[in-house]
């Protein structure tokens, strides 16, 4: 089964700014839709929230709390996707993760990336 490795987390000010990075260890063009997960501090895998996703078409969908802030994008020739944050806010504090936005095309979650912004 394939694996996730993301990166690119960090602790930064509010405001700032972070490009997260997922790398695919299979290809990810299978899967139509790619997206990025978020854990915030406190909660369980089942509350994990999915603030972005992509599809092979290039149709970006987003959660209204990122909405103008989060960019995503994906690479499918070097199975990769991305995840551009600005204007980072303390809520936005979270283990980031990715992997398919529909559950029945998931594979194994990755150890994520943890995002920490202060105020």
């Known amino acids: 089964q394939g694996q996730l490795v993301e990166s690119g987390g960090a602790l930064v000010q509010a405001g700032g700014s972070l490009r997260l990075t997922c790398a695919a260890t299979?290809?990810?063009?299978?899967?139509?839709?790619m997206g990025w997960y978020r854990q915030a501090p406190g909660a369980t895998e089942k509350q994990r929230e999915l603030?972005?996703?992509?599809?092979?078409?290039?149709?970006?969908v987003y959660v209204d709390s990122v909405k103008g802030r989060f960019t995503v994008s994906r690479d499918n020739s070097k199975n990769m996707v991305y995840l551009q944050m600005n204007n980072l806010k303390p809520e936005d504090t979270a283990v980031y993760y990715c992997?398919?936005?529909?559950?029945?095309?998931?594979?194994?979650w990755g150890q994520g990336t943890q995002v920490t912004v202060s105020s």
């Open positions: 992997n398919a936005a529909a559950a029945r095309y998931r594979v194994p």
């Open positions: 299979e290809s990810i063009s299978r899967i139509n839709n």
């Open positions: 603030v972005a996703h992509i599809s092979n078409g290039g149709n970006e």
